[in-house]
Nanobody, 117 residues
Framework: QVQLVESGGGLVQAGGSLRLSCAASRNIFSINPMGWYRQPPGKQRELVATITSEGTTNYADSVKGRFTISRDNARNTVYLQMNSLKPEDTAVYYC???????????WGQGTQVTVSS
């Protein structure tokens, strides 16, 4: 089992920045990969970024060059630094972890990010 708690969402103007944090209930060194997804209003959940235990990252085309995912194994935390935010980035952002022999998928409760124009 893995519990994930997100924080750092909020309201920001277009062009601004936010940093999301995802704290895991266990050592994230064994969680591979971890990632961020988002669900815009009225749309399906979509991948934002993932990071493996070795530090390999993957980004959705829509956020490349603006968002950066990172992990701090000592703090059992994954971060999403979001710069140059756009109104279309408005969504509920969810932390995700794949863990265990069966590679079960775990989700946080979500944090709202709203970007005003």
């Amino acid at each position: 089992q893995v519990q994930l708690v997100e924080s750092g969402g909020g309201l920001v103007q277009a062009g601004g920045s936010l940093r999301l944090s995802c704290a895991a209930s266990r050592n994230i060194f064994s969680i591979n990969p971890m990632g961020w997804y988002r669900q815009p209003p009225g749309k399906q959940r979509e991948l934002v970024a993932t990071i493996t235990s070795e530090g390999t990252t993957n980004y959705a085309d829509s956020v490349k060059g603006r968002f950066t995912i990172s992990r701090d194994n000592a703090r059992n935390t994954v971060y999403l630094q979001m710069n140059s935010l756009k109104p279309e980035d408005t969504a509920v952002y969810y932390c995700n972890a794949v863990y265990g022999v069966l590679r079960n998928r775990y989700w946080g409760q979500g944090t709202q990010v709203t970007v005003s124009s």
